[in-house]
């Protein structure tokens, strides 16, 4: 049974439009959310990540969402740019001795110039 | 050497084999970690190790077998594996107990079992 899931395998947006990447999970004792970030041959890069106590975190042009109520959190880049073009990891974290973070199946995000 | 480094980063081996693969993090972390993904399938957790210890350990077959000798290494060795072993094995290393749960990950290892 998957924790954390993304649904979308795919997403393809024009550059400058926004991009939204979606992620639901199961577990309400996650206590943190994490956004990684994938390029071909490489391993994932931590982007940005939000506490189960908020509801927002923006960095440039990263915003994370985050809906307690609906197990639901969501990226969203703006203005996408070619160079998103990647891998988009949403991950799940809580302590048990050591953090145990569950990652999503990614969803690839393909930004067209 | 910066950040999470890992060798060999392709390796192809035979069912009978016994090989070893290598993590190193330069970046002073306590914890580290050995994922394994699949094609289209989530990245799955296989060991952690926190202050060399391993705390975690999900279920998997003892054909995978862990060694952390200090906490800048991290050796995942491999025995008689089966084709459907074949993945990309991500190691990552964090910082227990400064707040962030982030991981840092190295290149990873493309494995192929013949």
């Known amino acids: 049974d998957q924790q954390v899931k993304q649904n979308s395998p795919s997403l393809s947006v024009q550059e400058g439009r926004i991009s939204i990447l979606n992620c639901d999970y199961t577990?309400?004792?996650?206590?943190?959310f994490l956004w990684y970030k994938k390029y071909p041959a490489e391993g994932p890069t931590f982007l940005i990540s939000?506490?189960?106590?908020?509801d927002k975190n923006e960095d440039g042009r990263f915003t994370v969402f985050l809906n307690k109520s609906a197990k639901h959190l969501s990226l969203h880049i703006v203005p996408s740019q070619p160079g998103d073009s990647a891998v988009y990891f949403c991950?799940?974290?809580?302590?048990?001795?050591?953090?145990?973070?569950?990652f999503g199946a990614g969803t690839r995000l393909f930004v067209k110039a | 050497e910066t950040g999470v480094t890992q060798t060999p980063r392709h390796l192809v081996m035979g069912m009978t084999n016994k090989k070893s693969l290598k993590c190193e993090q330069h970046?002073?972390?306590?914890?580290m970690y050995w994922y394994k993904q699949s094609a289209k399938k989530p990245l799955e957790l296989m060991f952690v190790?926190?202050?060399?210890?391993?705390?975690e350990n999900n279920s998997v077959p003892s054909r995978f077998s862990p060694e952390c000798p200090n906490s800048s290494h991290l050796f995942l060795h491999l025995h008689t594996l089966q084709p459907e072993d074949s993945a990309l094995y991500l190691c990552?290393?964090?910082?227990?107990?400064?707040?962030?749960?982030?991981?840092?990950f190295g290149p990873g290892t493309r494995l192929t079992v013949l």
């Open positions: 990552a290393s964090s910082q227990e107990g400064q707040g962030g749960h982030e991981q840092f």
């Open positions: 577990n309400s004792m996650f206590d943190y």
């Open positions: 939000i506490s189960s106590i908020k």
């Open positions: 991950a799940a974290s809580l302590y048990t001795g050591g953090f145990k973070t569950i």
């Open positions: 970046l002073g972390h306590n914890a």
């Open positions: 190790y926190s202050l060399e210890e391993r705390v």
